[in-house]
C-alpha cells in the first residue's frame, strides 16, 4: 500500500521567510500529486497539482511544487511567505490506476509570524 | 463557484444517539468521498462511491457507520450508536470523474459526541 510522508508536523517563520515542505511518497508507479491547503477553520482546498509534463508546477497564492521521481518527492515551495498563509498543508497522492484511493499526508502546520 | 455542501456544520450529541450528515456533491460530480479528520489521526478516508455504487468503505467501522447514496445529489454517512471517539470534522468531497481525481472538499461537519 502506498503511504505518503510529511515530513515536518509544525513550522514556525516569520513574514518573508521563505517556505519548503517535504513530501515523499512509497509507490512504485505513475501517481498524481497534490498539495491542499486547509486555513484556520476551513476546509480543504486545493493549492496545485502536478499529473504529468514538466515537473516543477505552480500553483494559487504564490506556491509552487517540484515533483522528483527518483526521490519520490513533492516539495511545496512560497519564496516568501506571507501571514495569511498560516494553514495546515497536505501532501496527498495516488496512483493513476487507483480509482479514489487519495492518501494524504499527516498534515503540517505552518505557522507565520508578523 | 460550484460547492460541495454539508449538513449539519456543527453537531453536538449525546453517546448512543444517531448521527446522520448530509452531502450534496457539485452537480455532475459522479465521485464522492467521505473524510474523517482528528487531530491524532489526521485524514482518514472513510468511504467512497462512483456513481453511486460504493467502491470501498473498508476505512469505516461497520458495526456502527454506513454510507449510502440514495440519489446522484445526496450522499449521507449515519453513525449509530454515536460513541465520543467518534468526535472528528466529517468532510465530504466530490470528484468530477474524469481520472484526474480532483477532489472539491465541503466545508465539514464538526461532530462532538459527549
Known amino acids: 500500500a502506498q503511504s505518503v510522508s510529511q515530513h515536518n508536523h509544525h513550522v514556525i517563520l516569520s513574514e518573508a521567510a521563505s517556505l519548503e515542505l517535504g513530501c515523499n511518497y512509497s509507490y512504485g508507479g505513475t501517481v498524481n500529486l497534490f498539495w491542499y491547503v486547509q486555513y484556520p477553520g476551513q476546509h480543504l482546498q486545493l493549492l496545485l497539482k502536478?499529473?504529468?509534463?514538466?515537473?516543477l508546477v505552480k500553483g494559487i497564492k504564490g506556491f509552487e511544487a517540484e515533483f522528483i521521481k527518483s526521490k519520490f518527492s513533492f516539495n511545496l515551495r512560497k519564496p516568501s511567505v506571507q501571514w495569511s498563509d498560516t494553514a495546515e498543508y497536505f501532501c496527498a497522492v495516488i496512483p493513476t490506476d487507483s480509482w479514489g484511493k487519495l492518501q494524504f499526508g499527516a498534515g503540517t502546520q505552518v505557522v507565520v509570524t508578523p | 463557484d460550484a460547492r460541495v455542501t454539508q449538513t449539519p456544520r456543527h453537531k453536538v450529541t449525546e453517546m448512543g444517539q444517531e448521527v446522520t450528515m448530509r452531502c450534496q456533491p457539485i452537480l455532475g460530480h459522479n465521485t464522492v468521498f467521505w473524510y474523517r479528520q482528528t487531530m491524532m489521526q489526521g485524514l482518514e478516508l472513510l468511504a467512497y462511491f462512483r456513481n453511486r455504487a460504493p467502491l470501498d468503505d473498508s476505512g469505516m467501522p461497520k458495526d456502527r457507520f454506513s454510507a449510502e447514496m440514495p440519489d446522484a445529489t445526496l450522499a449521507t454517512l449515519k453513525i449509530q450508536p454515536s460513541e465520543p471517539r467518534d468526535s472528528a470534522v466529517y468532510f465530504c468531497a466530490s470528484a468530477p470523474g474524469d481520472g484526474a481525481n480532483v477532489l472539491t472538499f465541503g466545508a465539514g461537519s464538526r461532530l462532538t459526541v459527549l
Open positions: 502536478y499529473f504529468s509534463g514538466d515537473p
